[in-house]
């Protein structure tokens, strides 16, 4: 380090940087992708309460994804705090959410089928018709806690 910056608040800084960018070149994340794992569940879950309520809730199966995100809040913020549930609730809780969204991946694409003209109307359909793409969000989610599990604890 430069004589220069020895003692300054600014060194420290680049100490943290650095020693972030170590844990995760050796895979030592687990706690920190639990965390957004929490943080992840939680803003997809009000965005997809919005969207659904849009719609009415006109499908029991809409939700679904409403009652999962509560628990992938709660399972990434027990991997953030605790090993033993980053290592067990997160990547059952994960395996749960991802599977929702796959589910809700074909939920919408069923949807869009289902619009006048179809498929044939691909591009109408896809701006006016479920969002396809948006429950890949929640598989996203879903693969975050999986990799929390995966991965080792910072030191």
Known sequence: MPRSLHGHPAAEAVYGIDRLVKDVEHGRFERSMSALTAVGAAVTTAEIFFEHDKA???????????????????????????????????????????????????????????????????????????????????TLVGGMGLLAALLRRER
């Not at 009652?67 to 609730?89: E, Q």
């Not at 896809?126 to 396809?132: A, D, Q, S, T, V």
């Open 56 to 138: 009415s809730f006109g499908n029991p199966w809409m939700w679904a994804p409403i009652a999962t995100g509560p628990i992938g809040v709660v399972a990434g913020a027990a991997g953030f705090v605790s090993k033993r549930m980053a290592k067990t609730a997160l990547p059952v809780a994960a395996v749960i959410i991802l599977a929702n969204g796959l589910q809700g991946v074909w939920l919408h694409a069923r949807g869009i089928r289902q619009k006048p003209g179809g498929w044939k109307n691909f591009r109408y359909n896809m701006e006016m018709g479920p969002p396809l793409l948006a429950p890949l969000l929640v």
